[in-house]
């Protein structure tokens, strides 16, 4: 199969976890015989400073031309007092809006050789298996009015969330038909006691429900399902969501697997010629500047995003269990990065690079 990526390093520690998933990639494509084209890109404070916007208009060019793009991690700490439109995290927001990807796949394992590493008591955490849906080019990141306007006693800021019953209807679909592959149940997490925009949320999911007989529907309070998550996270199976709920949620599920190194996702939504969803594949993890150039990131949620694109743009399902074992024989070696808390000295970002590339081209999987 033809593979064409785009990649995206971004910024900070983005460079180095993206080196290695682009080397697993690589050990993929020569184990199983796939043809791989790499084209590589700007986005985020790189690209401020090479090009003086956060997204230039070729990034989206070859965005749009690729099969798939997976992104490292933006943001700089120089940006944070910049305007809006001059940070780097706007350059990701148009990517995904440039793509059309509306929904943010966010997958929360636990490791068996990792319960010492999350805070939480081993019985908490152990078994939980869940996927956060997360609404990803609506609400409160993308709606308008917005800004800061006035000054002294009379300056204020806004921000709108706002969603269509379409944009509902699309992830909701998207939602039930990920829970109808895996335990059969979907929880919707929205905040309808004081907000109308969780109340239409809460009303237009329920009926697309009514499509799915065979799923189990429940609905959820926001600041209740950050209390479950810690408390009874192995209740969990698919959880649906809006855009900024989705977003700190879903780094709550760092606590549960461990590091939120560990966190991989796919953002996907239209789809190509081919039937494969078009996607973005990306850590859930921010650009870290103060250990970034250090040999020291966990490239491990970067190198399951890969598992996620060969997955969901290119169907190949073989290829991407490869991947996930491979990670997982990683964890079971103990030789792990920093942030996972060895027994031992830590191993580099491409000493894990080097550990996973080998496990796929020695192809000791269970496929």
């Known amino acids: 199969m033809q593979l064409n990526v785009l990649v995206l390093p971004g910024d900070g520690i983005g460079v180095e976890v993206t080196r290695e998933a ?8 020569d184990s199983f015989g796939h043809s791989l084209t790499l084209n590589e890109g700007l986005l985020g404070g790189i690209a401020i400073h090479q090009r003086g916007t ?73 078994g939980v298996d869940m996927i956060i849906v997360r609404e990803l080019t609506g609400g409160l990141y993308y709606g308008t009015p ?6 002294g006693a009379e300056e204020r800021a806004v921000n709108t969330m706002t969603y269509t019953r379409s944009e509902i209807e699309r ?7 990920l829970a109808g592959r895996r335990r059969k149940k979907l929880t919707s997490i929205d905040k309808s006691n ?12 329920t009926e697309v ?15 209740n399902c950050a209390m479950q998550l810690v408390v009874g996270p192995k209740q969990f199976d698919v959880l649906l969501t809006e855009n900024m709920f989705g977003d700190i949620l879903s780094d709550e599920g760092a606590v549960l697997a461990g590091s939120i190194g560990m966190l991989p996702s796919a953002s996907i939504g239209a789809k190509a010629p081919s039937g ?29 995003s890969i598992a996620a694109m060969l997955e969901y743009s290119f169907g190949l399902t073989e290829e991407a269990i490869a991947v996930n074992f491979a990670i997982e024989e990683v964890l079971n070696s103990g030789h792990v990065p920093a942030d996972l808390k060895p ?10 690079g080097d550990a996973l590339c080998r496990y796929i081209s020695e192809r000791k999987v269970p496929v």
């Open 22 to 29: 682009v080397r697993v990639l690589k050990a993929v494509a």
């Open 54 to 126: 956060p997204i230039p208009d070729e990034t989206k060019e070859l965005a749009l031309k690729a099969d798939a793009t997976l992104l490292g991690a933006v943001g700089l700490p120089e940006f944070d007092t910049a305007p809006p439109d001059k940070r780097p995290e706007r350059g990701l927001l148009g990517l995904r809006k440039a793509l059309g990807v509306y929904a943010n796949l966010r997958p929360v394992r636990s490791y068996r050789s990792l319960l010492d590493s999350s805070p939480l008591k081993n019985e908490l955490v152990e």
């Open 146 to 151: 917005r800004g800061i306007s006035g000054s």
């Open 171 to 177: 992830v909701a679909h998207m939602a039930f038909q």
């Open 194 to 205: 004081v907000l109308e925009n969780s109340q239409l949320w809460r009303r237009v999911v």
């Open 209 to 223: 429900g009514r499509d799915y007989p065979d799923i189990k529907l429940d609905h959820l309070l926001v600041d």
């Open 276 to 304: 494969a969803w078009i996607g973005l594949y990306e850590p859930v993890h921010g650009s870290a500047p103060d250990i970034a150039g250090q040999n020291k990131a966990n490239p491990l949620g970067a190198v399951g």
């Open 343 to 352: 027994a031992d000295k830590p191993a580099s970002t491409t000493e894990v």
